[in-house]
């Protein structure tokens, strides 16, 4: 792991570390649409316990000539994420991925056939 | 940022016609069981199990009634409608809607409330004639009735279609499937992993996509371990976009984090 250390002072076990990835990079009349993304991975049990993923993306729509991983830099979409996601694990029950909550009694929200 | 619960008609119906008008005209067709009632039809019988469908007709207890013309006076196309009957000590499970809806109280006794888990708050919708909008679209949130009463609201879901009805569609689908996922052990019968996975990833996505304008339709197919989304569009790129947009990727990268598998032909 990395050393990543906002997340891990105070409360939390060390270990923690965001993964990059690049999600959609696609060309498309000169136009290059891109979106990035991280996930926090961590050996928190307090933050396992949320059964939730902790992420943030950055999606845009670029010149098709520019480089991906110098625009990904000059923008530093990197410290954006890092810091959208410390600000997610002050609160890390309403991760926005989760299965910390169930479906209403009636029905799932698209009503299926089966 | 809209408030939680918000009136949005001028003028108010007359509540004493309301409540009359359920007592004798709609609660003797309540099933007792499921206290949730539809109010609205959509024009083809073969669309009735779709839930995000137009749906322009009514029920036959429901005309005739102030309930028609609460209806008929919505400035958008109906979409369902359910009477939603919530006996004493009855609440819902925290979920998250797709969609805003609109209430119409014809009983909200003192000791119900609706309850957003964002803002840790409860708010009463008041008895009072008027339609309320309230900000469920994609929010946790419940409706509780702690009373001794019953607590009784006409439920409206906007349908946001504003294309041409006649116009050719194209197809799509999106799936999830679970058989090789680390799933935590918490489904019952109700909270099926279908349900489940599509409340805690793919709600934002979906309500995205049926707010399209160009959006016709979407309906979900349970499969052996998963759930399949059948999309209709009027237009491709919109429903191109839809399906590469950074939430779609966002939700579908998540789900992934948990080992379930997604269905987009758009991105694999």
């Known amino acids: ?46 933050l396992k316990q949320q059964t939730g993923v902790i992420l943030h993306t950055i999606e ?16 530093r979409w990197r ?19 989760n299965f910390s909550f169930l479906n209403s009694v009636h029905n799932s929200a698209i009503k299926t056939r089966a | 940022m809209s408030s939680v619960v918000d009136r949005v008609t001028l003028e108010s119906y007359d509540q004493d016609q309301i409540r ?16 949730l009632l539809n109010a609205t039809l959509p024009t ?27 209806l008929l006076d919505l400035p958008f196309k109906r979409g369902r409608a359910t009477f939603i009957h919530q006996l ?20 909200d006794p003192p000791g119900a409330f609706f309850f957003d888990m964002e803002l840790q708050r ?13 900000n469920t679209r994609a929010r946790y949130h419940t409706a509780v009735n702690a009373d001794c009463k019953d607590r009784t609201h006409l439920v409206i879901c906007p349908y946001f279609f504003d294309d041409d009805p006649e116009k050719p569609t194209v197809t799509t689908t999106f799936g999830f499937d679970f058989e090789h996922a680390e799933l935590p052990d ?47 569009f009027t237009d491709a790129d919109r429903m191109e976009k839809c399906m590469t947009s950074a939430l779609n990727l966002e939700a579908s990268y998540a789900a992934e984090q948990f080992g379930i598998k997604i269905e987009n032909s758009y991105t694999r």
Request: with cysteine.
């Open chain 1, 1 to 46: 792991m990395k050393d990543f250390n906002i997340l891990t002072e105070g409360r939390y076990e060390p270990a923690s570390d965001i993964e990059y990835a690049v999600l959609r990079d696609t060309v498309k009349d000169g136009i290059r649409h891109l979106v990035f993304t991280g996930v926090l991975k961590t050996d928190d049990k307090y």
């Open chain 1, 60 to 75: 845009d729509s670029i010149d098709a000539n520019l480089n991906v991983e110098e625009h990904i830099e000059n923008n």
């Open chain 1, 79 to 97: 410290n954006i994420i890092a810091s959208e996601i410390a600000n997610q694990v002050n609160d890390p029950q309403f991760a926005r991925y």
């Open chain 2, 20 to 35: 009359k008008d359920f007592e004798e005209k709609i609660l003797p067709h309540m099933p007792r069981k499921v206290p």
């Open chain 2, 44 to 70: 083809n019988p073969d669309d009735h199990h779709m839930l995000y469908t137009h749906r322009p007709a009514f029920e036959d207890y429901v005309k005739d009634t102030i309930f028609e013309q609460i």
């Open chain 2, 88 to 107: 004493p000590g009855m609440t819902l499970r925290f979920h998250r809607d797709p969609d805003d809806k609109y209430h119409i109280a014809i009983n």
């Open chain 2, 122 to 134: 409860g708010y009463r919708v008041p008895c009072d004639g008027h339609l309320y909008k309230l």
């Open chain 2, 186 to 232: 918490v489904f019952t019968s109700v909270a099926t992993p279908n349900n489940t996975i599509e409340q805690g990833f793919f709600v934002e996505w979906i309500s995205s996509v049926f707010h399209d304008t160009t959006c016709k339709n979407i309906w979900g197919e349970n499969t052996s371990k998963g759930r399949r989304y059948h999309i209709e």
